[in-house]
């Protein structure tokens, strides 16, 4: 059985740092895709970054050089850096896993409804 448990959030502000975790069981990253999301209020649920099951990574680019993704298979935790926050990247954040990861699978890996494992999500709150 796949969860995910996510923790990190919290309050900062504009230009601060925050690292978000997801702690994983019933994953197996080498065939697993594996993103983070985020939904602001009135808005829709939408990617930040992803890793396909290849260690390949992807970014939306509103985040572009400012967040960083990573695993840690040992520790079974998959990771995203937030560096030079802003207040629109004020969202509730969430770990999501696709028990599928194929090549063809790359060009949807930023689309929510891909994945089919979902963490209950950690708030960030960036004031200026």
């Known amino acids: 059985q796949v969860q995910l448990v996510e923790s990190g959030g919290g309050s900062v502000q504009a230009g601060g740092s925050l690292r978000l975790s997801c702690v994983t069981s019933?994953?197996?990253?080498?065939?697993?895709?594996m993103g983070w999301f985020r939904q602001a209020p009135g808005k829709e649920r939408e990617g930040v970054a992803a890793?396909?099951?290849?260690?390949?990574?992807k970014y939306a680019d509103s985040v572009k050089g400012r967040f960083t993704i990573s695993q840690d298979n040992a520790m079974n935790t998959l990771y995203l850096q937030l560096n030079s926050l802003k207040p629109e990247d004020t969202a509730m954040y969430y770990c999501?896993?696709?028990?599928?990861?194929?090549?063809?699978?790359?060009?949807?890996?930023?689309?929510?409804?891909?994945?089919?494992?979902w963490g209950q999500g950690t708030q960030v709150t960036v004031s200026q």
């Open positions: 999501a896993a696709r028990d599928t990861c194929s090549r063809r699978d790359w060009w949807a890996l930023l689309l929510p409804s891909i994945y089919n494992y």
């Open positions: 890793i396909h099951s290849d260690g390949s990574t």
């Open positions: 019933g994953v197996t990253y080498s065939t697993f895709c």
